[in-house]
């Protein structure tokens, strides 16, 4: 049994506010004392309904949470009669409501080089509209797009014109950000399902990069919407990949089908084998990294918020107020980790009812200061210079006054053992 829950983070909002964040809920999965100060992998189904995302979801965390020896040697699809337990599927009762559920525990697990990472899983519910880039239908999935580090753009029986349409705010934004040294936006899978022309281009990723090439084929009768799409999308995604899934079989269609693999054709099961590796594989995990920085969990929270609140403005979201809004989390992101550094450095040195001089004290704080201000300078921010500059200042300022704290607290060192010591001299005088 998976240990945790979906948790619906955004939901449709009411009135002017088109989506709602629950930053509690938020809060609670990812401000955990064990997962805060991690980096993130943030992977994203999106999709339309009922196409088998929260089915294929509790897949990956039989795989996420198997030993290291069960995912090697394919036990993690698990037992025979296993009926399929994770994020709820099969549709049926379930409101057909938009929105974003995360799945309550990150999963913590190691990369290759022996980091420490926490894997977000993320079911991403919306109807998808093929009439407008960026109608209120596919917004959902742009915000997926945003904040996950793979998309996995779950399409059934082929990658059609519409599919690639919802892609165009991506490839504007990244040409927006082109000039940057890192591409906007980490990995594009088209996750192609019920595949049915194996002999044409096999299932998994060998017939989907087959596929995908002449999908993203330019030619002359393409709509100029289109072919800028084509054009783009490379330049805005690192790594853009297409996986060929079987159709599960004619279980799928029956009433009391749980889930258990024994009912699942060979093919889909071979194709399940191949294709939760080759995502969260340690060689293969993809941290989220924005503006060329690993993202923990605690600034996620932040990028979250900023982006959730891009899309309840009334306006359809620009690639400015996109732009803008990464800029700021990333600034806050940058002076956070400026903050710590100060701290640990000061934390270090001054010791516990340890007293030193003040000129020491001060010593301390200013190379603890110094250190931490080039640390924000140093960090690679999408910010304009003005707001930079800004920010600077400030942080100097909060820095200083963390002086007065030290001094304070050094100070009552010095009065309490002065008193501790008057004690000790009347207790021995008395006696
Ligand atoms: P979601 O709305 O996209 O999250 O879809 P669900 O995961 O709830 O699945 C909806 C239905 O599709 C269920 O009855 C599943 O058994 C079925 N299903 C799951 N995977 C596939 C698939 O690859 N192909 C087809 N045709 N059905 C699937
Ligand atoms: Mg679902």
């Given at each position: ?71 090697l040697t394919g036990r ?28 309550s525990e990150p999963i ?157 054709n060979e093919n889909f ?163």
């Amino acid at each position: 049994m998976e240990h945790g829950k979906g948790v619906q983070v955004v939901r449709p909002g009411e009135g002017a506010q088109r989506y709602e964040l629950d930053e509690e809920a938020l809060r609670r999965v990812l401000l955990r004392q064990d997962v805060r100060g991690l980096p993130v992998v943030v992977v994203s189904v999106a999709g339309a309904f009922r196409g088998g995302k929260s089915f294929l979801l509790n897949f990956f965390l039989r795989y996420l949470n198997a030993s290291r020896e069960s995912q090697l040697t394919g036990r993690w699809l698990g037992k025979e009669d296993e009926p399929l337990t994770g994020f709820h599927w099969r549709g049926g009762c379930e409101r057909d409501t938009t929105g974003i559920h995360l799945w309550s525990e990150p999963i913590i697990t190691t990369t290759e080089n022996g980091k420490k990472v926490a894997v977000l899983l993320m079911d991403t519910q919306g109807t998808f509209d093929s009439q407008t880039t960026i109608g209120q239908n596919s917004t959902i999935f742009a915000l997926s797009t945003l904040i996950s580090s793979v998309q996995i753009y779950n399409l059934s029986g082929n990658i059609r014109e519409d599919d690639l349409q919802n892609l165009q705010l991506f490839t504007e934004y990244g040409r927006v950000v082109s000039n940057a040294q890192d591409k906007a936006f980490q990995t594009l899978l088209f996750l192609v399902r019920d595949w049915a022309n194996p002999f044409e281009h096999p299932y998994g990723l060998t017939g989907g990069s087959q596929l995908l090439r002449r999908r993203l084929q330019l030619n002359r009768n393409q709509e100029p919407e289109l072919r800028h799409v084509r054009e783009h999308l490379h330049s805005c995604f690192e790594d853009i990949k297409c996986f060929l899934m079987p159709h599960p079989g004619f279980c799928v269609g029956e009433r009391n089908f749980d889930g258990r693999i024994t009912n699942l054709n060979e093919n889909f099961k071979s194709e399940l084998l191949e294709l939760a590796p080759s995502l969260f594989d340690p060689k293969l995990l993809t941290p989220k990294v924005i503006s060329g920085e690993l993202v923990s969990a605690e600034d996620f929270f932040e990028y979250f918020k900023k982006y959730v609140n891009i899309f309840n403005s009334d306006e359809v979201p620009t690639m400015g107020t996109i732009f803008q809004a990464t800029a700021d989390a990333c600034l806050l992101a940058t002076t956070r980790k400026a903050r710590d550094l100060y701290s640990q450095q000061m934390e270090a040195r001054v010791r516990d009812s340890v007293s030193v001089s003040n000129a020491t004290l001060k010593a301390w704080h200013e190379e603890a200061r110094d250190q931490a201000l080039r640390r924000f300078t140093e960090n690679r921010n999408l910010a304009a210079q003005a707001d930079i500059d800004v920010q600077f200042s400030e942080l100097t300022k909060e820095l200083d006054t963390l002086l007065s704290f030290y001094l304070w607290n050094n100070d009552k060192k010095v009065r309490d053992t002065m008193a501790l010591a008057a004690q000790v001299y009347e207790a021995a005088l008395s006696r």
